[in-house]
């Protein structure tokens, strides 16, 4: 089976060729441009191959509802040229085969639960920290939708006591994003994160940020696994300074195993490791099929 996997992100597009164990056979990534450049190349690569499918991981914020005259847009970014940009319906006037989409958290979010981290379990949480913050929905089975899609890189956090940055979010100056991703960082400190020691205190204030999300994360959806990407989370030393963080917000509240004495593997990096959004469109692709027998063969009936 050769399925088409597309992670559009609003740097750069992945497009890769896989199978239905999540293998990728092959890839080629571009920075994303205006869609009268990047388009085509998209379609160059796909062209030829015979691809059964394909899965569309897409940075957003996008249209996931089918009834919708603008379902399959990318609705209203400020990158030029992709607001109100018809991305699904160009695929599949080239490629006339079942598509899948959603956005690029919530795919990797997927691709976590069919062969990474969440295996086997009903939900989690997929959060990208890289230029934004994204959070991807993954519960009761499915991936969460509602009314447009999750946004949780957004929501409104405490301040950390010690920080006085004003936050950089063009919308709520101090969400998540506006506090924790990667330029939020190089702003307040004057530095690229890669280039701060792994002991500044810039990692306890991030790692404060990211804590109050996933506090907030885990008491209202109660996943059952909390994933963390993005080439920020590259700062290992991130990851126990957040789990702690989170033990104390919560203070024994929740009884569960995984936060009481198992945290170590509650909140982790991508099974998947850097292919986790390119291997959650895959199996975007790969349930888009399944979706399509299913619906035509309740047609018949
Ligand atoms: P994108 O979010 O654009 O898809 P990334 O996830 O790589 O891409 O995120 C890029 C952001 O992450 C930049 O702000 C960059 O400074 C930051 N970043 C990338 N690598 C590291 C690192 N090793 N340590 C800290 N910050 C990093
Ligand atoms: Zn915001």
Redesign the pocket.
Do not use: R, S
């Given at each position: 089976m050769r399925i088409g996997a597309i992670e559009a992100?609003?740097?750069?597009f992945i497009c890769g060729i896989g199978d239905e164990h999540g293998r990728i056979e092959d890839q080629i990534s571009f920075p994303t441009g205006h869609p009268d450049q990047t388009m085509p190349r998209v379609i160059e690569y796909f062209q030829g191959i015979g691809v059964e499918a394909i899965g569309i991981g897409s940075f957003g914020p996008i249209d996931l509802r089918p009834d919708s005259p603008a379902y399959g847009y990318i609705t209203t970014t400020p990158k030029p040229g992709w607001a109100n940009y018809d991305l699904l319906g160009n695929l599949k006037q080239a490629f006339p085969v079942p598509l899948g989409w959603d956005t690029?958290v919530n795919a990797a979010a997927y691709g976590e639960v069919k062969w990474g981290a969440a295996q086997n379990l009903s939900s989690c949480l997929y959060i990208?920290?890289?230029?934004?913050v994204?959070v991807g929905v993954y519960a009761e089975g499915r991936l969460v939708h509602g009314l447009v899609h999750p946004e949780g890189g957004h929501v409104p956090t405490r301040r950390h006591p010690e920080d006085h940055y004003s936050g950089r979010c063009p919308y709520h100056g101090d969400c998540l994003e506006g506090m924790a991703?990667?330029?939020a960082?190089?702003a307040r400190w004057g530095r690229?994160?890669?280039e701060?020691p792994a002991e500044h205190k810039a990692w306890e204030i991030e790692a404060f940020y990211i804590a109050e999300s996933l506090t907030q994360a885990v008491l209202l959806l109660s996943p059952e696994k909390i994933i963390l990407?993005?080439?920020?989370?590259?700062?290992s030393q991130l990851f126990p300074l957040i789990r702690e963080a989170v033990r104390r917000n919560l203070n024994d509240y929740v009884s569960a195993a995984a936060i009481l004495t198992q945290m170590e593997e509650y909140i982790v990096p991508p099974g998947l490791g850097q292919q986790a959004g390119l291997c959650g469109a895959l199996a975007l692709g790969l349930s888009a099929i399944h979706n399509q027998t299913s619906s035509s063969k309740s047609n018949l009936i």
């Open positions: 992100g609003g740097t750069k690029d990208t920290v890289g230029t934004g994204g991703a990667g330029p960082i190089e690229k994160g890669h701060l990407g993005g080439g920020v989370m590259q700062q």
